[in-house]
């Protein structure tokens, strides 16, 4: 096979394993989706191929080991942290990955089968444990939460009644007296149901009508 050929096939499968990964993070809405991976595995598999073109005084070991720390800083772009919940972690360990696979792709030869099955086991990783994290591992956990409502009394009875709607147990309600513009500080002590989405649930009450202040820890 021809050289450019060669470098060609090797570029495509990246973006075909980066995008399979990445595609699965896109569906979940995650901070780094198909686009992302795609240069991370694409990427990665540039330096590689330039790195076996330096000549025989250089160290193609010390490019992968470069693409390996460098991932660090990028990965660290998309862990998120609300309260004493971080998000983005498993993106971060999945463009890790991908690097790892792109380097693979560079290489070519008996490596496209490493990264060809490091695809499959990450995307099962991605897929199949989450769902056994979630309903296996997960366990019911405390949160604690401000809220600040304005509006009647019988707003706050709303609010928990959407909190029960949304599985949420109520342990302790510490109310504080009305404040300026008839606002009310509620205090709260919860138990959240396993695999619960902290911020999403936060998102989704904040939509309650006379809400003005709400945060989750």
């Known amino acids: 096979m021809p050289e450019p050929v060669l470098v060609l096939v ?20 995650r901070p780094a989706g ?5 240069l991370v595995c694409v990427g990665s598999a540039v330096y590689t191929l330039a790195s076996m073109g330096f000549g025989s005084g250089a ?6 080991a470069q693409i390996a720390t460098g991932m660090g800083f990028l990965g660290a772009g998309t862990i998120i942290r609300h ?6 972690l ?13 380097i693979c792709a560079g290489l070519g030869g ?18 199949v444990l989450r769902r056994v994290e979630t309903r296996v591992l997960a366990r019911a956990r ?19 009644d959407l909190l029960a709607a949304q599985g949420v147990k109520v342990e302790l309600v510490e109310v504080a007296s009305r404040g ?36 989750c820890e």
């Open 83 to 88: 309260g004493n919940i971080v998000r983005g």
């Open 180 to 215: 300026p513009d008839d606002v009310q500080e509620m205090r709260l002590r919860v138990t959240l149901p396993s695999g619960t989405d902290l911020p999403r649930l936060t998102e989704t009450l904040s939509r309650l009508e006379g809400i003005v202040s709400l945060r």
């Open 142 to 160: 405390l949160a604690r939460g401000t809220v600040h409502l304005a509006g009647p009394p019988g707003r706050m009875a709303e609010f928990q």
């Open 90 to 102: 498993t993106t971060a360990a999945s463009l890790w990955a991908v690097a790892a696979i792109g």
């Open 110 to 127: 008996p490596a496209l089968w490493v990264a060809g099955m490091a695809t499959a086991l990450v995307l099962l990783t991605l897929t």
């Open 34 to 38: 198909l686009r992302t991976h795609v």
């Open 59 to 64: 160290d193609p070991a010390r490019v992968a």
């Open 10 to 29: 090797k570029l495509v499968l990246a973006v075909v394993f980066g995008g399979a990964v990445g595609w699965q993070r896109e569906a979940h809405d």
